[in-house]
């Protein structure tokens, strides 16, 4: 019974650090565009990427995150940067299955917080 109890314990923790993991884009399957966003409209991003500005579609589908946490299209703004999860299409629009806010850079022009030295 303990040993069922401490596999439980151990496979629990396991699938805890994967779950986490699973929100950094590079553990994500494909590369990730990022960029800053410019607007947000309906269901659409538009995107300033380092190759151009992006057109980013949404649907029912894609799923949002800030940090570790779920979140809604409605969370998001002007500025902040978001790496997108999704599929590129001929027109070189990109269909969003993650969009995921960047919580490791400042946007450009804007310094990161730094922490306050003691």
């Not at 779950?19 to 607007?39: I, L, Y």
């Not at 409605?74 to 969009?99: C, H, N, P, Q, Y």
């Amino acid at each position: 019974m303990l040993k069922k109890l401490l596999a439980t314990l151990m496979l629990t923790g396991f699938m805890g650090v994967a779950v986490m993991m699973a929100h950094d884009p590079s553990q994500h399957k494909g590369t990730p565009t990022k960029g800053e966003v410019v607007s947000i409209a309906g269901e659409r991003i538009e995107l300033k990427t380092d190759k151009g500005v992006k057109t980013i579609a949404l649907n029912d589908k894609t799923t949002f995150e800030r940090g570790k946490a779920k979140a809604s299209l409605s969370d998001f703004k002007k500025g902040d940067r978001v790496a997108i999860m999704g599929t590129t299409l001929a027109s070189g629009e990109i269909v969003a299955r993650e969009v995921l806010l960047d919580t490791g850079a400042a946007a450009p022009g804007k310094k990161r917080a730094q922490a306050h030295p003691h």
